[in-house]
């Protein structure tokens, strides 16, 4: 028997096809030109090698993070060869990712085809951020949870959301807001075995993994707490242009300083200071969004509490980056999910804007990357307008944070519209 092929089986045909022959691109550059990529180096060295050797690593990543290190090293003993099976790995997942964008179009109604496209044209912008980096592994979980999440499978979307937090901690940012849509269309049962399971599943690995090694758990809590300033970050674009103005000295610490946490970083006295009050500016920034989001979700109906909400878990995010001390570039790919639901349920209008300011910042992140790494070879080679590259890519990021504040408030200034041309309509009967 023979599958016919329609549109959608043949655009996902293609495009596993156009991922398999980027991935293979990426692996023959590799050992064509002889680059060490942060898999060989640190992925291997640093955690898999140990690992392989009955040593568990000490590392900045989540405990579930090991188990997708360790997966390619049962397939490979030398550098190239675990790049090679990671690589494979990632590859699975991205067409995991692909297969379940089509899945979400299709339950929202909305063309499959062109949210596979979207879905390709992002990972394929942040190319080798996905295939040198684990951070596509949580961010398919996080698209899988948003899925599991609109077809009503509730307790399982928070399993699985559970699991991608465990992996990158950054998709507990859309917990709240998942809970509070729930709570809001009034899914009370929903709502109490959702977060059961959210908490259940954590507490249940975190255990595991303490009896294993506690330094699992305090180990990765610590690094982020002690990190310095990242260039990258908003902050350090804002303190650099400060800088330039004469007003406070700045210098630039590389990734190969033994106390950078392996990131070039902004240090001074006022680099530094900010770096101290942005963790808990970064929390206030979070709860204002999820705030908002109860607070206008009181007087919408559910088609635009919907809306409101994927606007909600993409500008918690965004608050996340911008006001956060460290913003690497492959933090992008944690955005691929909540946009593309964005894009899926949004009206035409706050669509184009988001589409061309989320392509913007993701085209300047490459910028950054081909000319302060690629070029200057990253540290204190990066000058002025390599730092203003990074400031443009940060203007947009905090531009899409404005838009999806703006969105939700619009929603229900939308609705309150409507309810006055209704009584208007009504009036004149």
């Known amino acids: ?82 790049n090679v099976a990671f690589v494979a790995e990632i590859s699975l997942f991205m067409v995991a990712g692909l297969l379940l964008t089509s899945k979400l179009a299709g339950t929202l109604g909305r063309d499959r085809c062109k949210a596979m496209v979207s879905y390709s044209i992002l990972v394929l912008l942040m190319l080798e951020f996905v295939v040198d980096r684990f951070d596509i592994i949580p961010a398919i979980m996080t698209l899988g949870a948003l899925y ?28 709240p807001v998942m809970l509070l849509y729930l709570v809001s269309e009034r899914r009370w049962r929903d709502a109490a075995e959702g977060t059961a399971a959210f908490v259940g599943t954590g507490l249940l690995a975190l255990t595991i993994c303490w009896i ?34 004469g007003l406070t000295d700045v210098w630039i610490q590389p990734s190969t300083d033994p106390g950078s946490f392996l990131s070039d970083n902004l240090r001074g006295p006022l680099p530094d200071a900010v770096a101290e009050v942005l963790m808990p500016l970064m929390v206030v920034a979070i709860i204002a969004v999820c705030a908002l989001y109860a607070y206008r979700r009181l007087s919408v109906t559910s088609e635009q509490g919907m809306r409101m909400a994927a606007l909600a878990m993409l500008g918690c995010l965004m608050a996340f980056l911008v006001t956060n001390k460290v913003f690497s570039s492959q933090y992008l790919i944690w955005l691929i999910p909540s946009v593309l639901l964005v894009l899926l349920v949004s009206d035409e209008r706050l669509s184009k804007r988001l589409n061309v300011s989320i392509l913007a910042m993701f085209v300047l992140t490459q910028v950054n990357f081909a000319y302060n790494v690629g070029y200057l070879g990253g540290g204190a080679n990066i000058g002025d307008l390599g730092m203003m590259v990074i400031l443009a890519r940060n203007l947009v990021a905090a531009y899409i944070l404005y838009l999806c504040v703006s969105g939700i408030v619009l929603d229900r200034r939308q609705t309150r519209q409507a309810d006055a041309d209704d009584v208007t309509f009504r009036s004149q009967l």
Not at 45 to 51: D, H, Q, T, V, Y
Not at 59 to 77: H, M, S
């Open 1 to 82: 028997m023979v599958w016919p092929i329609d549109g959608v089986r043949r655009t996902q045909l293609v495009l596993a096809i156009l991922f398999l022959v980027a991935c293979i691109g990426y692996l023959v550059a590799v050992n064509v030109l002889g680059i060490e990529t942060e898999v060989m180096r640190d992925r291997f060295w640093l955690n898999a090698e140990p690992m392989a050797h009955g040593v568990i690593p000490d590392t900045e990543y989540p405990p579930l993070a090991l188990l997708f290190i360790a997966i390619p090293r049962i397939f490979a003993d030398t550098p190239f060869g675990y």
């Open 148 to 175: 599991l999440f609109m077809t009503g499978r509730v307790r399982w979307a928070f399993v699985l959301l559970a699991l991608g937090t465990l992996t990158k901690l950054y998709p507990a940012i859309l917990f």
């Open 212 to 245: 294993v090694d506690p330094e699992l758990i305090l180990g990765f809590l610590g690094y982020h707490g002690d990190r310095p300033l990242q260039l990258e970050s908003v902050a350090s674009s804002i303190v650099y242009l400060v800088s330039m103005l």
